[in-house]
């Protein structure tokens, strides 16, 4: 209401994704997604580590070298 919008209304909605690994780090560390505009080259490079390592340890990785999650998003509708 703060913002002049009434019936303010969210829904998650889930779904199961894959890529192959090496390509999702390329993206994190290319700066694909505007959220990462702000992180050194350094920080980049450490959370490509970071995922990797989690995604190997949790066997999300298939002999393909192909990554599974499940992404969301989240929708949001006002009038």
Not at 29 to 40: G, L, V
Not at 49 to 72: M, Q, Y
């Amino acid at each position: 209401k703060v913002a002049g919008f009434q019936h303010v209304e969210s829904k998650l909605q889930t779904y199961p994704a894959s890529i192959e690994l090496d390509r999702w780090l390329d993206m994190v560390n290319s700066r694909f997604w505007s959220t990462f505009s702000k992180f050194s080259d350094e920080e980049l490079k450490e959370a490509c580590n970071l995922i990797r390592d989690e995604a190997i340890t949790s066997s999300k990785v298939d002999d393909d070298g192909i990554v599974h999650f499940e992404d969301r998003l989240v929708f949001i509708t006002a009038r």
